[in-house]
């Protein structure tokens, strides 16, 4: 059995992960569900793309996850806890009286 190997236009060899790569690293061979298990992983970068609806990953996106420099979230950029509105704060700002 031959790779089939899928490459952007112009894209160097080695710089898009091949079918079988993808497949290797999914256990999947329906591309909907390798993407579904590339994004479970970590690879947010991957998509389909194409007539055949294949899956691109690119080989550094791969390596920066493995290396955990990609897709780690700052403490500064964590999601914050939403608060209620200060709804006193606001009719004092405003003037507006309660049951106004």
């Keep these: 059995m031959t790779a089939t190997i899928h490459r952007l236009p112009g894209a160097e060899p080695g710089l898009i992960l091949s079918v079988d790569e993808i497949r290797g690293m999914t256990g999947k061979v329906q591309p909907a569900a390798q993407l579904r298990a590339l ?25 920066a996850v493995a290396r955990g420099q990609f897709g780690q979230v700052a403490a500064n950029d964590a999601p914050r806890a939403k608060l209620p509105p200060n709804i006193a704060g606001y009719r004092a700002a405003f003037g507006v009286r309660k049951g106004a």
């Design 39 to 63: 994004h479970k992983q970590g690879y947010s970068r991957a998509y389909r793309a194409g007539e055949d609806g294949h899956v691109i990953l690119e080989r550094a996106h791969v390596e």
